[in-house]
Nanobody
Framework: EVQLVESGGGLVQPGGSLRLSCATSGFTFSNSAMSWVRQAPGKGLEWVSSMKTDIRNPYYAESVKGRFTISTDNAKNTLYLQMNSLKSEDTAVYYC?????????WGQGTLVTVSS
């Protein structure tokens, strides 16, 4: 069974940092494409970042470029999202998903709240 389990969300002040993790199982993580997608309260899904885990070529939405970093630990089958210089508009549920344009498996999400 393919599983994606996010962790690392929480409450952080503006300007702060968080690192999200996505532990995966049930598929060949080291030869996959993975994405982070978020949903702010009352809004639709917004793509954040993607990477092919074999060649590790990151892509970022303009809204997070320069502040967020996607990475992988292929030995641990884990995807990460380092988020720095967080803003209130980054408040959202963050989902890890398998795939680039049409993810076929999603995690349950982890809530990130940026507030003073």
């Amino acid at each position: 069974e393919v599983q994606l389990v996010e962790s690392g969300g929480g409450l952080v002040q503006p300007g702060g940092s968080l690192r999200l993790s996505c532990a995966t199982s049930g598929f060949t993580f080291s030869n996959s494409a993975m994405s982070w997608v978020r949903q702010a309260p009352g809004k639709g899904l917004e793509w954040v970042s993607s990477m092919k885990t074999d060649i590790r070529n990151p892509y970022y939405a303009e809204s997070v470029k320069g502040r967020f970093t996607i990475s992988t630990d292929n030995a641990k089958n884990t995807l990460y999202l380092q988020m720095n210089s967080l803003k209130s508009e980054d408040t959202a549920v963050y989902y890890c998903a398998r795939g680039l344009y049409y993810p076929d498996v999603w995690g349950q999400g982890t809530l990130v709240t940026v507030s003073s």
